[in-house]
């Protein structure tokens, strides 16, 4: 038997407690992983609290968390190019990353160079950043303006657009103007009036991604005059009354997500979200922390 952090029902984060489970397998094509660090984010609150049952199967019982880093401790039959003891970042598209031991269909070697809770943080961000970007074919030359581009995935595609050749517009808090700048993107306040704030900057806008979910999908098809060149990670009414994509977790949105930026991670050309660390027993209380506002910063759980 191994220990994680389970729903034991849908509700507040009281509902998370770390319980005994049956000891995952290394299923075929899969690694099994002994977790150092798994990162939390906004969709595991909405599938704890129940709101997302329709979408995700996790009920009381399960483990949440897509995304975490450890080392490797059985491989499955068929899997190539990794070894026992190996370090990886994996992505969990069956979740979860909160427990112990966790069998994983996604893996990338974890550089020297990058902590175990930078690894963690990064799988789920990663993927959600690079599939959204090619759902709506941003490409070189193109003007893309990101929803929430201060967050764990908006930071990730800005610093993707970007490196493609991509004008950027991020829209943030006024707090973070710097962050925004500092990741090569020009800036508007997000909020009421986005995109006539992005009209005094261009004329122009080739394509939106919208990760924060708060609005302004009709202004952004309106103003890239194509609904398939708006996507949202975040806004599902949004998206069913303007016509724009709705983007859900897949294993063909970018299954080579973890390739494509762990480099970037470790060569210091990619720069992730500041993060804050928790022990793994503090879950509930990392989720308060995340759903209450009061942290800024992603959220990474530990384990020793």
Do not use: C
Request: glycine content about 12%.
């Amino acid at each position: 038997m191994s220990y994680a952090i389970v729903l034991t029902e849908f509700g507040g984060p009281e509902v998370l407690r770390w319980q005994e489970v049956a000891t995952p397998r290394a299923e075929p094509g899969e690694v099994l992983v002994r977790v150092k660090a798994a990162g939390v984010g906004p969709t595991d609150l909405n599938i704890r609290a129940g709101h997302l049952a329709t979408v995700f199967p996790q009920g009381p019982g399960s483990v949440l968390g897509f995304e975490a880093a450890g080392v490797v401790e059985e491989l499955g039959a068929g899997v190539q190019g990794v070894a026992v003891g190996d370090p990886v970042a994996v992505y969990l598209p069956r979740q979860g990353g909160y427990g112990e031991l966790v069998s994983a269909p996604v893996w990338f070697g974890k550089p020297e160079g990058v902590s175990w809770e930078a690894a963690a943080a990064l799988p789920a961000s990663a993927e959600a950043a690079l599939g959204t970007l090619r759902e709506v074919r941003v490409a070189d030359g193109d003007t893309i303006v990101v929803l929430g581009a201060a967050g764990s995935v908006g930071v990730i595609a800005v610093q993707l657009a970007r490196s493609w050749g991509a004008r950027v517009i991020g829209a943030a808090s006024p707090r973070d103007e710097r962050l925004i700048h500092e990741l090569g993107a020009e800036f508007v306040p997000y909020g009421d009036g986005v995109f006539e704030r992005v009209a005094e900057l261009t004329d122009r806008v080739d394509a939106v991604l919208d990760v924060a979910g708060h609005g302004g999908l009709t202004e952004a098809v309106a103003a890239t005059g194509d609904p398939a060149r708006v996507v949202t990670l975040a806004d599902h009414p949004g998206a069913a009354a303007s016509g724009a994509l709705m983007s859900n977790p897949g294993p063909d949105r970018a299954p080579d997500a973890l390739a494509v930026t762990m480099p970037m991670l470790a060569d210091g050309t990619l720069r992730l979200k500041a993060h804050q660390a928790l022990p793994v027993a503090d879950a509930a209380e990392a989720h308060r922390r995340l759903a209450s506002g009061e942290t800024h910063d992603k959220l990474v759980l530990t384990l020793a």
